[in-house]
Nanobody, 120 residues
Framework: QVELVESGGGVVQPGGSLSLSCSVS????????MGWHRQAPGQQRELVAT?????????NYADSVKGRFTISRDIAVNAVNLQMNNLKPEDTAVYYC????????????WGQGTQVTVSS
């Protein structure tokens, strides 16, 4: 069992920046996939970015956020961060942290979600 605790989020004007952080505790596997998904009202949850536990941490981004968002790890505190720059109104959503031991969706855990609102 693991617990994911998210922080960050809030309200920002278009073009602004926000950062999200997710710390994971509990029985963490040596190999895992972590990342962020988001869900806007009336829409399905979608992948935003992921990072692996391997050396260097391989990253993957949704096309809609490439070049604007950066996912990173803080191994010392078992945390994953998402730096979001040049935010757009369409980035407005609840952002969920995601952890999957060995990349297994059947064993995945989710954070409680944090709201990101981009509005002028």
């Amino acid at each position: 069992q693991v617990e994911l605790v998210e922080s960050g989020g809030g309200v920002v004007q278009p073009g602004g920046s926000l950062s999200l952080s997710c710390s994971v505790s509990g029985r963490i596997s040596r190999v895992y996939l972590m990342g962020w998904h988001r869900q806007a009202p009336g829409q399905q949850r979608e992948l935003v970015a992921t990072i692996t536990s391997g050396s260097g941490g391989r990253t993957n981004y949704a096309d809609s956020v490439k070049g604007r968002f950066t996912i990173s790890r803080d191994i010392a505190v078992n945390a994953v961060n998402l730096q979001m720059n040049n935010l757009k109104p369409e980035d407005t959503a609840v952002y969920y942290c995601y952890y999957a031991p060995y990349g297994l969706k059947s064993e995945s855990s989710w954070g409680q979600g944090t709201q990101v609102t981009v509005s002028s």
